[in-house]
Structure formats: C-alpha cells, structure tokens
C-alpha cells in the first residue's frame, strides 16, 4: 500500500514554495539536523499548523509579534537558498522529460534504480520505488503521469528524482574525453549540468547534504593521519582501510606530513589527495591504464589481476574517490565514459568503443553504414 496523495496546487508564490518546502516529509528530521535548538515545542506546532492550513496560516505567523513568528522567520531565513531549490524542484517537468523517465523506468530494474537514487541520495523509500515504478511502467501515459506529480506530492518527488538520476548520467556520458596534448581534467565533487548555472550553484544542495551527514553524526573533529612523503601509498592504504565507514563519513582528514611541522589548514589534506592519486590511479602502478591512445582517461587494466590483494586496492580506490567527494578534494583523474558506464550498470553501445580505439570504431560505423560486400570480406 501507498501512502494518502496529498492534494495541493503548484506552488506558485514565494508563500506556496515555502508551504511545499515545510510539507517535504523528512522536514522535521531536516530541521532538527541543521538547527536542533531552534525547534521548540511551539515552532513545531506552527509548522505542522502551516503543514496543514497552507499560505494562510504561514501569513498569519509572518502578521503576528508572537515569539513563534520570530521563531519561524529565523528558520526560514537559515533555509532559504533550500526553498529556492525546492522551488525549482517544483516546477513541472515537460511531456517528453516524463516520456524519458518512462523509458528508463522500463528498461531498469528495481535493484538498479533503487542504487542509481543513493548514488543520487535520494531519500526515496525502497517500498515506494518498487510501487512507483510498476505504476510507471503499467501507465505508460506521460500525461497521466504528469497530472499524478501534480495531485501526488510523494509521486512527484519520485519523478523529480528520477529525472535528477537521468541529468546526472546525461552529464557523465556527454563529458568529452580528452585529448592528446590538452591539460589533464580533474574530477570535480558534483554534477554538471550547464543549464543551470555554475558548478559551484549546483553543488549547493550536494554539499548540503554532505553537511547534514557529517552534522548527523556530530561529527566536529578531525581523523589525524600521518603520512611519509616517500610512502604516501602504503601509509594511505594502511590509515583509509583501518578506518570504518561511520568515521569516514563523518570526518575530514587533518594530514600531517611525517618529519614537518605544520597544521592542516586545507593546504596539507589537498597536497595529500592530489600525490595520492598521482599514484593510485597511475598506469605504471598496474590497476588502471590509459583508456586509449593519446588520452589521460583510465580504465581498470586487464593485468590488474596480477597484483597481489588487486580487490583490496580497488575497495581503497573507492574509499579514497568517496572520501574526495565528502572532503570536497579534487582528484588528478579522469574515467572513461564506459567505466562510469559499468558502475552505473548501464548497457554499453557502439559509440563507447570510440574512447577505447577510435580507428577500430570508425571501422565498425562504416561496416554498419555501408555495404560490406565491396571489401570483399567473409563473415
């Protein structure tokens, strides 16, 4: 069973995104993160009031003296760049943008769209994935569908969701792949997408997110890891995996350099990430290899296996890559399209070869639009 739709127009004030801001299911838990002293009783009152009255009761409290009115312009103003997200999330997708989800829903399994939306994090429950989706598939009618998101909040946030998944894979599988004489990329801590704005405008409710997570785990010290500059690989290895998940999560790295005095004001930890993954992600080490020919973009080498503990490297190149983007470090690395392909488990086509052996592709498009015959070949 799902839960009761909730019926509510398109916001369409700064009034209606703040009511729709407030009506988002986990707001309570939200709040109670990022400002826990400020929920009082009576301010938990007001927004459940607000939750169910709407506009109304919001501009009565913003009318009133009363302390909760304080109270609640306070909390709005410390989630005010997230209403102005929200707001944006609230703006109904076009028919052919659903049309896109439908594909994509009927092609994927639960399994795989239940880890693309943590990859996205996503706070959509696995239950309401499973039934969202069937619904999807079953409908098939982007305008029906459409209507729905705007009857049905939780259906709505699906969808949006789901769309989220399908920009941020449009914007990896889009990234050119560099060339040969042109400056090394680096992998960046967020999404791209040029239609809305900056890297650093779009990294707002990533980085938000990132933030509550440390926040939940009260997270305000540092993990100190001392490393020699002449084994930054082995004293990484070694520092990284004896940590758990909870602390890798939770806190950043204060990096002290073995035989250097010196605190780790942010330039350390970025010296730290940037040598570290000079050498792990580096072709002579044996577990990546240059993509193609004239290219700085790696893959997993085939000879990878060869290497003693080859799993437990990779698990700790993960480790490293997840504690960048937590960290907001950078990274001197740049993936293939169709390793980032494999890890979002999604089907690989001809034009991914491209990046691999660029005359071997050029091949195989001219063998598919054209007559083989004339080559005087047998297959």
């Not at 997270?219 to 940590?243: E, G």
Request: charge should be negative.
């Amino acid at each position: 069973h799902t839960p009761a739709p909730l019926h509510v127009a398109s916001p369409q004030t700064y009034s209606d995104h703040v009511v729709a801001f407030l009506r988002q299911p986990n707001i309570f838990d939200t709040i109670d993160v990022v400002c826990p002293d400020l929920l009082t009783p009576d301010l938990r009152a007001a927004i459940s009031n607000i939750r169910e009255v709407g506009v109304h009761a919001l501009e009565d409290y913003q009318n009133s003296s009363a302390d909760v009115s304080v109270q609640l312009v306070s909390l709005l103003s410390l989630f005010e760049e997230e209403i102005s997200l929200n707001a944006s999330r609230t703006q109904q997708p076009s028919i052919a943008r659903i049309s896109e989800a439908i594909d994509f829903l009927r092609g994927s399994d639960c399994d795989n769209i239940m880890a693309m939306l943590s990859i996205s994090m996503s706070t959509i429950p696995p239950e309401y994935t499973i039934w969202a989706r069937e619904l999807c598939c079953a409908t098939a009618d982007p305008h029906e569908l459409l209507s729905r998101m705007q009857r049905d909040t939780s259906f709505g946030d699906f969808m949006r969701a789901i769309l989220e998944v399908l920009n941020n894979q449009s914007v990896i599988l889009s990234s050119s792949l560099p060339r040969q004489g042109t400056e090394t990329p680096t992998v960046q801590t967020g999404f791209v997408n040029p239609a809305q704005g900056s890297m650093e405008n779009q990294n707002i409710p990533f980085q938000t997110k990132l933030q509550n997570l440390q926040a939940h785990y009260s997270a305000t010290q540092r993990i100190c890891i001392t490393i020699r500059r002449d084994h930054i690989l082995a004293d990484a290895f070694r520092n990284i995996t004896n940590l758990s998940s909870r602390n890798l999560q939770a806190h950043n790295f204060n990096v002290q350099w073995a035989g250097e005095l010196g605190i780790d004001q942010g330039g350390p930890s970025r010296e730290f990430f940037s040598k570290l993954s000079h050498q792990l992600f580096n072709p002579h080490y044996g577990l990546f290899q240059y993509s193609s020919e004239g290219s700085y973009s790696v893959e997993i080498s085939p000879f990878a296996s060869q290497i003693n503990d080859a799993l437990k490297w990779f698990q700790f190149a993960g480790m490293v890559i997840g504690c960048a983007i937590i960290q907001g470090q950078l990274l001197d690395v740049f993936f293939a399209r169709h390793f980032y392909k494999a890890i979002l488990n999604i089907p690989f086509s001809l034009s991914d070869i491209e990046g691999i052996d660029v005359s071997f592709y050029n091949s195989l498009v001219y063998l598919q639009e054209n007559d083989p015959e004339d080559l005087q070949l047998t297959f």
